[in-house]
Nanobody
Framework: VQLQASGGGLVQPGGSLRLSCTAS????????MGWFRQAPGKEREFVAAIRWSGGNTRYESSIKDRFTISKDTAKSTVYLQMNSLKPEDTAVYYC???????????????????WGQGTLVTVSS
């Protein structure tokens, strides 16, 4: 499984970015696709996840009203639309894939077996 994350960059507070994660190497039925982030000096934290088949989603509570996760199965791509960005959103964002992850554990990065390389998002004026 290969995951390629892209779309990061420098954006001003209040701005928007859309991250993409293109997956290859297998079919993803039964997989959960997640976005995590890691800021300097902090632990990796859950952002959002989506079930590949069916499209159920879950969000970290502090970003739920600003970020939207979605997928395009035809393009094997998962997106993270980020609006109203804040300086505290600055981090390296990683996409990940995990097979058969139970909904209650979608937030746990240990449940994901495959990871992309990360894309840096910097929110600063």
């Amino acid at each position: 499984v290969q995951l390629q994350a892209s779309g990061g960059g420098l954006v001003q507070p209040g701005g928007s970015l859309r991250l993409s994660c293109t997956a290859s190497g297998r079919t993803f039925n039964g997989y959960v696709m997640g976005w995590f982030r890691q800021a300097p000096g902090k632990e990796r934290e859950f952002v959002a996840a989506i079930r590949w088949s069916g499209g159920n989603t879950r969000y970290e509570s502090s970003i739920k009203d600003r970020f939207t996760i979605s997928k395009d199965t035809a393009k094997s791509t998962v997106y993270l639309q980020m609006n109203s960005l804040k300086p505290e959103d600055t981090a390296v964002y990683y996409c990940a894939a995990g097979y058969g992850v139970i909904h209650g554990w979608w937030h746990d990065f240990n449940k994901y077996t495959d990871w992309g390389q990360g894309t840096l998002v910097t929110v600063s004026s």
